[in-house]
Every structure is written in structure tokens, then in C-alpha cells.
């Protein structure tokens, strides 16, 4: 049994299953738009958010450090992913490279684990839309019925329509057309940029340099518990670590790491790429590299204008304006964190459907969800099914109820794709790879102890998710994938001939 669980799938296999014309993506994305995909899905709540919160609690001005210590932390991952998007160029990003590499049972795993992480990701970014919405819709004058607002400490039944509508919405995009959703998606991380760019702009003028004063805090400058332990903060991190000096920095990297999280979804968009063996790896490392950017000045420009010390935990850029005598970019930032929400949920929504659709069509979930819809040329079945559940989800579940974001899959997938590189690098040398890791095997280490490290920081009811999670995978693999894999069927139909004696 052994070694039909770790068969792997080679990649000329994987690349040929794309061709088949009932199952077979439609190639539309050029470089551009992957990059466009990857600023819209790490660009979302954290720079709005995290940037007051690590510098308050651990690395004052030197935030800025912690973003580029993150940032490289993401980037020894993304240089793996970016050498298995441009070789393997196939949907389902990790699940696929896993196949490839270290056989089907680890691949099942991973997917099955990604399924899940981009469900979670895609209800409480839906969630949270809605919770900025109301709050604009509240400055107007304007408030939801009761019952269909957010369900948020709520004691009676109730739907968060506006939730659910989001996800509606997007799934129907995503089944018109992968270059709609580019269109789309290009549209708001343009108007989501700008936003970005206006703080960084604008509030570079209101910068004392005094509160830089100290750069690198040694201690904790209020005695106040740590905004860490905040409500929000702990539903999307789970922990809340107040380290300072030095060691603050690289606290404060492992929080605001998770703000990054979202580039690998580039990967699962491979398929559907025109020339994914130059593209992919510009737009995963492209996109890192603008994002890094753009949170580096963010938490330079924030700290500047006001002392980290006085700096908010929910809002700090907005409030940051407010203190210097400029409350109308509250309201414009709190626009741009809506707009920006919008497109994560979108990509997360794409990300997931495109994993759903690879493990079908490898027969390890049913074959039914691997077709085609035959004028828009886009997984519809896995689509719109997932669309459906993650709305309802999304509408009847209060935020706190749906868990942390679970970035243990994630991770997870990091470790595999890293550990995958040097395995792939070593049974298939003679691949072709139009973009190669740099340093094998010392990159893919790095990424794996970086990745691990930050997975033993996370609480223990995540592992415990993961467990219940996991279990209920391999549950669904013996008794179904196992045995309908395409993979197995294929080495049963190469033995029975020799099985029967031979032709007649």
C-alpha cells in the first residue's frame, strides 16, 4: 500500500491532463494581471490594521524593519513556488507541485487542507466587507434592518446579506470569465493602490520627526495590557507574543507575516496563464516585491506622524490623521480597506475553486466537478458549489464563530513546496525550468525553518482544527480517492494485460 500512496504524477502527465478539451482552462492572464491578482489578495486588512498595532506593542518605528524581515521571509517561499509555477504550470499550486514531487497521499493532504484554509479566508473576508460597508452605510445615516446586518453578538437568528450577496457576486464573475475577474480585479487594487499611496503621500508632509524618537523601543511604554490581546487582533492571529529592543522586530515580523499571506494564490492560476514559464515568476515575486514596498512606507509615514506609543490598535491610520487635524482621510481609508476587502475575497474564491477543480480532475474527488463550462471555458461546478457554501457560511456564522484565519495550511503548503523543490530537483533533473531557485537546497531550508517556526507559534485550537480537519480527509481518501484516482486507474489498465497473459 505504501507505494501506491506516495505515487507521484509526472509533470508531462500533469501538463498533458490540461489539454483535454472538456477539462481544459482557458489561457487569458498575461504577467500583468498575476501581479495585479497578488497586490489585490496580500493587500487587504492588514496594512490598514497591523502596521499600529506591532509598532505600538513591539517595534515603534522600527516596524518598518519587521515588514522587510517578513518580507524575506515570504520571499525564500516565493522563489519556491515561482521555480513549480513555471515547471509544473498546472492548477492547484501546492497540491499539484506536491503530486509531482512527493506523491499522491502528502498532494490529497495539502489540497485538502487548502480547501479549507481558502473557505475560512474567503467567510471572514466576506465578513468583514460587510462589517466596513455597514459602518460607511451608519456615517450616512443609514442602518441594515435587524436581522440582515452583521451577525456579530448577536443572540437572534439573522443573515448577514451583504456578506453573502459579496460572495454571490464574485462567484458569479468568476464563472463568466478569468479575464473579467483580471478586469475586475485590476479595477479595484488600482483604486485600492491609490488609497495607499494618498496615506503614504499626504501623511508624509504631517511627519515630526520626533516620534521616531526611540527607533528601536527597549520597553513597553504603557503599562495598559498589550493592544495584542485585542479582539481582532486574536481572531486573526491567535496569539499575541510583546517581545521588545531587537527581538521586538522579529516579534513583531512573525505578526505582520500574515499580512503577506496570499501570493502563493497566484500559483493556482497557472494554468490559465499565456506563458506561465516567464510570467509566473514575475507575478508572485512582483507582487511580494510591491507589497513589501507599500507596507514598508505605510508603517515609515504612520510612525512618523504620530508616536507609536498614542498610535490606535483597530484604526491607526485613519486615527493617525485624525490626531494631526485631518479627519476626512478616516472615512477615505476606511473606503480603501472596503474596496481593497473586495478583491481578497474574490482571489481567495478563485484560489479554492481552481484546487477543487485539479483534485477532480485526478479523480480524487468526484470527476463531475472537472468540466468545463464550454462558452466561458472556467471550472462552473466546483465554482458555483463552493460559492454557494461559503455564502451561506459566511451569512448565518458570527466573525468570531468562524475561527481564525487558519494559516496553518498555509505554512503548511510552504513546507511542502520548499521541501518539494529539492525532492523535484534531484528525481527529475532533466526537466526544463525557465526559472530556477537560487541556492538549492539552502532557500528551500530557510523557507521550511522560517515557516515552521511560525506554525509552533500558533495556538493550540488551530492544530486541533487541523487534526479534526485532517482526519476527516484521509477518512475521504481511502474510502474514495484512493481507488478513483486517474493515477491508479492508469497503472491498473498498464498491468492487466500483462496480468491476463497477454493479448490473445
Known amino acids: 500500500m505504501s507505494s501506491t500512496l506516495f505515487r507521484t504524477k509526472k509533470v508531462e502527465q500533469s501538463i498533458l491532463d490540461t489539454e483535454e478539451p472538456e477539462h481544459a482552462l482557458k489561457k487569458s492572464l498575461s504577467a500583468l494581471d498575476l501581479t495585479v491578482f497578488g497586490v489585490g489578495v496580500i493587500i487587504g486588512t492588514g496594512i490598514f490594521v497591523l502596521t499600529g498595532t506591532v509598532a505600538k506593542d513591539n517595534a515603534g518605528p522600527a516596524t518598518a524593519l519587521a515588514f522587510v524581515a ?68 451608519e456615517n450616512a445615516g443609514w442602518t441594515m434592518p435587524a436581522g440582515l446586518g452583521s451577525r456579530e453578538g448577536a443572540d437572534t437568528f439573522g443573515f448577514d446579506i451583504l456578506a453573502a450577496a459579496l460572495v454571490l457576486v464574485l462567484t458569479v464573475i468568476l464563472v463568466i470569465g478569468m479575464k473579467l475577474s483580471a478586469r475586475i480585479t485590476s479595477l479595484v487594487v488600482a483604486i485600492k493602490v491609490t488609497v495607499v499611496l494618498v496615506v503614504i503621500v499626504a501623511g508624509a508632509f504631517l511627519i515630526d520627526g520626533k516620534n521616531y524618537d526611540p527607533f528601536i523601543p527597549k520597553e513597553k511604554p504603557v503599562a495598559a495590557g498589550s493592544s495584542l490581546d485585542s479582539p481582532l487582533i486574536q481572531l486573526m492571529f491567535g496569539w499575541a507574543p510583546s517581545n521588545f529592543g531587537v527581538m521586538g522586530i522579529f516579534t513583531a515580523a512573525s505578526v505582520v507575516f500574515f499580512a503577506f499571506i496570499g501570493f502563493d494564490v ?100 468526484p470527476r463531475f466537478f472537472s468540466h468545463v463550462h464550454p462558452r466561458f471555458k472556467t471550472p462552473h461546478r466546483p465554482t458555483i458549489l463552493l460559492g454557494v457554501l461559503i455564502a451561506i457560511l459566511a451569512g448565518f456564522t458570527p466573525l ?51 515557516s515552521l517556526w511560525l506554525m509552533i507559534n500558533l495556538p493550540a485550537e488551530t492544530w486541533v482544527r487541523f487534526g479534526i480537519w485532517m482526519a476527516v480527509g484521509f477518512l475521504v481518501y481511502f474510502l474514495y480517492g484512493r481507488t478513483h484516482s486517474r493515477l491508479a486507474r492508469r497503472e491498473e489498465s498498464e498491468e492487466a494485460p500483462s496480468a491476463g497473459g497477454g493479448p490473445a
Not at 492547484?92 to 507541485?97: E, P, R, V
Open 400 to 450: 468570531t464563530e468562524l475561527a481564525a484565519l487558519v494559516n496553518i495550511g498555509t505554512l503548511f503548503a510552504f513546507v511542502v513546496v520548499a521541501i518539494g523543490v529539492i525532492i523535484l530537483r534531484k528525481s527529475r533533473p532533466d526537466l526544463p525550468r525557465s526559472f530556477r531557485t537560487p541556492w538549492v537546497p539552502v532557500i528551500p531550508i530557510l523557507s521550511v525553518c522560517a
Open 266 to 365: 497566484v500559483a493556482t492560476a497557472a494554468e490559465e496563464t499565456k506563458n506561465p514559464q516567464r510570467d509566473m515568476p514575475r507575478g508572485i515575486i512582483g507582487s511580494l516585491i510591491i507589497c513589501t514596498t507599500l507596507y514598508v512606507l505605510v508603517s515609515i509615514v504612520v510612525t512618523g506622524m504620530q508616536h507609536y506609543s498614542r498610535l490606535s490598535v483597530d484604526a491607526p491610520l485613519a486615527d493617525a490623521f485624525k490626531a494631526t487635524g485631518h479627519p476626512w482621510f478616516a472615512g477615505f481609508i476606511s473606503f480603501g480597506a472596503a474596496v481593497g476587502l473586495t478583491t481578497v475575497c474574490m482571489i481567495l474564491l478563485l484560489g479554492q475553486t481552481r484546487v477543487f477543480f485539479a483534485m477532480s480532475r485526478d479523480g480524487l474527488l
Open 70 to 137: 517578513a518580507g524575506v521571509a515570504c520571499a525564500l517561499a516565493a522563489l519556491c513556488y515561482a521555480e513549480f509555477a513555471s515547471t509544473v504550470p498546472v492548477a492547484g499550486s501546492a497540491y499539484t507541485f506536491s503530486y509531482a514531487s512527493l506523491g499522491e497521499l502528502p498532494a490529497w493532504i495539502i489540497g485538502w487542507d487548502l480547501v479549507l484554509e481558502f473557505a475560512l479566508g474567503t467567510a471572514v473576508v466576506a465578513v468583514g466587507w460587510s462589517g466596513y460597508i455597514q459602518s460607511l452605510l
